[in-house]
């Protein structure tokens, strides 16, 4: 079946620009994440969502970054004002299970790479 | 708060050599952790992962990775190493209960084959 999708896979943004970022988990899944990975780390935790409900965005870096998933499946990832340290890959990963499903495997997108001039 | 480190940034070795990467992590409670790779382009894909039980486990592509908790490592072992597994492959960490099962990661070590 697909897998997760996301789109644009790159993005050139001016620095004060805002941006979306669109993920299309695997369909039913009800847990998606977010995760900002910089050049040459590992993936670092953004946001996650159970459904529609935005459970924990403990790993936004500020208030320019803004998550939904309205109707718990497509979820956008908005960077409004980006600065050149916004500048990542944004990772989306789908999970079928909802929160506590700590068994659940995470299914990762292909990831939309964000530069900001 | 967990963390993972891979000490090693970059590992090269021969094709059909053994491989080993390693993987220390830092977790209160009985970890969760998996092996994930990145190809160029591509999302992260899961190896392998170990919830509880036996301490070795097995993964796709001939991947093994064993559980160690007095040295709180889960090191990844293969074999014979192929050209197409040239990488990055990632540590993870993830939360017992809870928390909507997010990952922590390490940074990643590069695998290049030589052939």
């Known amino acids: 079946g697909a897998g997760v999708s996301q789109s644009p896979r790159y993005k050139v943004a001016k620095r004060g620009q805002d941006v979306a970022l669109r993920c299309d988990p695997i369909?039913?899944?009800?847990?998606l994440f977010w995760y900002q990975q910089a050049l040459g780390q590992g993936p670092e935790f953004l946001t996650y969502f159970q459904n529609e409900a935005q459970l924990d965005k403990s790993g936004l870096p500020s208030d320019r970054f803004f998550a939904e998933r309205p109707e718990g499946s497509v979820s956008t990832l908005k960077i409004q004002r980006t600065q050149q340290e916004d500048s990542a890959v944004y990772l989306c990963?789908?999970?079928?299970?909802?929160?506590?499903?700590?068994?659940?495997?995470?299914?990762f997108g292909p990831g939309t790479r964000l530069t900001v001039l | 708060a967990q963390s993972v480190t891979q000490p090693d940034i970059h590992i090269t070795v021969s094709e059909g050599a053994s491989l080993e990467l390693r993987c220390n992590y830092s977790?209160?409670?009985?970890?969760?952790l998996f092996w994930y790779v990145q190809s160029p382009g591509q999302g992260l894909q899961l190896l392998l992962k170990y919830f509880s039980g036996d301490t070795l486990v097995q993964g796709i592509k001939g991947f093994e990775a064993e559980f160690k908790r007095s040295q709180s490592s889960f090191n990844l072992r293969k074999p014979s190493v192929h050209w197409s597994d040239a990488a990055e492959y990632f540590c993870?960490?993830?939360?017992?209960?809870?928390?909507?099962?997010?990952?922590?990661f390490g940074t990643g070590t590069q695998l290049k084959v030589e052939l």
């Open positions: 993870a960490v993830g939360p017992f209960t809870g928390g909507g099962n997010k990952l922590t």
């Open positions: 977790y209160g409670a009985t970890p969760y």
């Open positions: 369909s039913g899944h009800v847990s």
């Open positions: 990963a789908s999970s079928p299970r909802g929160s506590g499903g700590a068994l659940d495997t995470q299914y």
